[in-house]
């Protein structure tokens, strides 16, 4: 009896041993890797950072690690005081080295629901139901189609009698740029796919406490010249406007305008 004891608390013994021995193994398996390797100590990304993430926010994800020189990339962070008062531009995902070229001025990021305006553009702000934003799918730094529909009064008509109401809709614009989208409330409005594909923070179309979206109108704006700037808002003002999503390979041939006599051409 006693010993089968001593055998099993000798058993017990080895197998705590070889257990604490793999795991300084493990552990040194790092130092060993790099053992005659030229390395440097840098930062890297821990926990994931969303973008705009202050310096302080950084700082409590982020570790110091030995990389080989060899595969450091280029204005790798090796001290966090050189970031200041700067945000992440965009979202850090573990494993990747802190990049100074990630960081920007806090009054220089755009956040998730913005895009620079082209030079020589300017910006206009459109109301829309989701049923005129391509089904709510419009997100920052997509390109649309812009349809103007309008009603005009063709004849006036004889004394006593009501005018003639002509309607006409055109697809005015190819490829516009949206600079911005939100709800109505002012919630960013992008979608987890595009939010991916940009490298931006994820928001979500449909808000995580399910509040994001108020009554289903968006917020759209959109960088134009001038001239095109006004017809806009005139459509917008006296009678409707709709986007379509409408990507770079988008075919514009066939763009005519469509009226009662012409509809079922």
Known sequence: MKTRLLGGIAALLVAIIGTVLLVSYVQNADKRALAGTETETIYVVQKAIPAGAAADEIAGAVIKKSVPKVA?????????????SKV????????????????????????????????????????????????????????????LSLDQAA??????????????????????????????????????????ASGTSQVSSKSDSGKAQTDETYLITIARNSADAERIVFAAEFGKVYLSKEPSDAVEDGASYVDSSRLFR
């Not at 450091?72 to 200041?84: P, S």
């Not at 989208?181 to 409005?189: D, E, I, V």
């Open 72 to 84: 450091l990339a280029e204005n790798n962070v090796t001290d966090l005081a050189i970031l200041g």
């Open 88 to 147: 992440a531009a965009v979202a850090l995902v573990p494993g990747e080295q802190l990049l100074s070229t990630r960081m920007v001025e806090e009054k220089s990021f755009l956040g998730p629901s913005r895009v620079q305006v082209p030079a020589g553009l300017q910006e206009i702000t459109l109301k829309l139901p989701i049923e005129r934003v391509a089904g709510g799918r419009v997100t920052a730094g997509d390109t649309v189609g812009i349809f």
């Open 155 to 196: 004849d006036t008509g004889t004394e006593g009698q009501p005018a003639t109401i002509s309607s006409k809709t055109q697809l005015s614009f190819h490829k516009v740029l949206v600079t911005g989208a939100q709800f109505s409330n002012g919630t960013a409005a992008q979608t987890g796919d595009s939010a991916t």
